[in-house]
């Protein structure tokens, strides 16, 4: 399985994957006392700005990530929900790990990350709720009539996760289903729900995303606007910019028939009390 994220030019790519392909792999849930067997923390000097998370067999790796990416990746966060980081957690470090049994899961690596980060990092932190801005996804029509790029899907992603997947033909590929693609000039989903839609599209406005809609069901969207900030910064964009996301508010509307609405509300966050550079190996 891979997780990956690609920064390039302040553009953010990432990749939404479902939790029902875990479970139809038969992966084993997460336990409180997993650790990784061996693991190995080296700084990435490189200047690249590419970099994932990879985990397969029993074998975990990080490639080029800032230390906010994997306390991210590892608590299952937003930018919005960490809290506290100093200024050196920006650099980016490789890790080559291993566990057992090697058909842990998504939760399960999760964890054992973040044992990692607590042993290695001393990472010390607390959740607590903060109230702060957020936005509801709600429905532009009333009367049902959604926007030219979303249709109702007809595969349902649990029912999905309970069987073999589907043969298919010698020589032809299946079409992607249970995922979504989001940058900031392109969003496209195949069977996702709408709360689904919601998480992907926080990381883009940079605040919570709540769905209002009232959509039950799954649906397949397609959504693309003009990013007008140009993409010469090397730094990951965390709050964009009013301007790097309005043609999102519009594309939503125009395309979906769906839009975004100012609101305020609690939200989980994870408070930084300390954290330390890497032990050496």
């Not at 553009?11 to 939404?16: D, E, G, P």
């Not at 190995?40 to 990416?69: K, L, M, P």
Request: hydrophobic residues 40%; contains cysteine.
């Amino acid at each position: 399985m891979r997780l990956s994220r690609s920064v390039a030019g302040g553009v953010l790519m990432a990749l939404f994957a479902s939790s029902w392909a875990a479970r139809s792999r038969g992966q084993e849930p997460a336990s409180d006392t997993a650790a990784f067997e061996v693991a190995s923390i080296h700084e990435n000097r490189s200047g690249e700005q590419d970099g994932f998370f990879r985990f397969a067999n029993g074998r975990f790796t990080v490639t080029n990530q800032a230390v906010r990416w994997i306390i991210r990746w590892a608590h299952d966060l937003r930018d919005y929900q960490v809290s506290g980081l100093p200024n050196w957690t920006e650099t980016r470090y490789e890790i080559q790990a291993t566990y057992s049994p090697p058909s842990a899961g998504l939760e399960a690596v999760r964890v054992m990350t973040q044992r990692l980060l607590a042993d290695r990092f001393a990472l010390r932190a607390r959740r607590e709720q903060r109230e702060m801005p957020l936005y509801h996804l709600v429905r532009v029509n009333d009367n049902g009539r959604m926007g030219p790029k979303m249709a109702p899907s007809d595969v349902d992603c649990d029912r999905l996760a309970t069987r073999p997947p589907t043969p298919v033909a010698p020589g032809q590929r299946p079409g992607p289903t249970c995922t979504a693609w989001v940058n900031y000039g392109m969003l496209r989903g195949f069977s996702r729900t709408m709360p689904q839609l919601a998480r992907a599209l926080d990381d883009v406005v940079g605040a919570p995303v709540v769905d209002r809609t009232g959509l039950a069901g799954y649906w397949d969207f397609d959504v693309q606007w003009s990013v007008l900030t140009p993409n010469d910064s090397r730094a990951e964009l965390r709050t964009p910019p009013v301007e790097a996301i309005a043609g999102l508010f519009a594309a939503l509307q125009d395309q979906l028939g769906l839009k975004l609405t100012a609101a305020r509300g609690p939200v989980d966050v994870l408070v930084i009390d300390s954290i330390s550079r890497p032990t050496p190996n």
